[in-house]
Nanobody, 129 residues
Framework: QVELVESGGGSVEAGGSLRLSCAAS????????MGWFRQAPGKEREGVAS????????HYADSVKGRFSISRDNGRNTVYLQMNNLLPDDTAMYYC??????????????????????WGQGTQVTVSS
């Protein structure tokens, strides 16, 4: 069965960096795009970044452009989210998810939770000011 396991979360001060990892299993990893989402208490889940199956296309939410970078290693069945210059507003539970397709058809689809069919359990990121 499909399994996604996130790691790398933690507590950092504003301006710091974290690198999240998501290890996938149970399917051919290189066939599907992947995404990262986050949800803060009392807020809706928000698409953060997306990457196509061969890493040819990447999309980012405006709130993280220039600070976050999504990448993947198809040999290791792992997708990463490098987060730099973290802000207190980045505090949230971060989830990785499997895209239903190899690549999203549009920017809006890339960051829409409805385009994803499997989700990890999440890893907490807390940024203090």
């Amino acid at each position: 069965q499909v399994e996604l396991v996130e790691s790398g979360g933690g507590s950092v001060e504003a301006g710091g960096s974290l690198r999240l990892s998501c290890a996938a299993s149970g399917y051919v990893f290189s066939d599907k795009g992947m995404g990262w989402f986050r949800q803060a208490p009392g807020k809706e889940r928000e698409g953060v970044a997306s990457i196509s199956s061969r890493a040819l296309n990447r999309h980012y939410a405006d709130s993280v452009k220039g600070r976050f970078s999504i990448s993947r290693d198809n040999g290791r069945n792992t997708v990463y989210l490098q987060m730099n210059n973290l802000l207190p507003d980045d505090t949230a539970m971060y989830y990785c998810a499997r895209l239903r397709y190899s690549s999203s058809a549009s920017y809006s689809q890339a960051l829409s939770s409805s385009a994803y069919d499997y989700w990890g359990q999440g890893t907490q990121v807390t940024v203090s000011s």
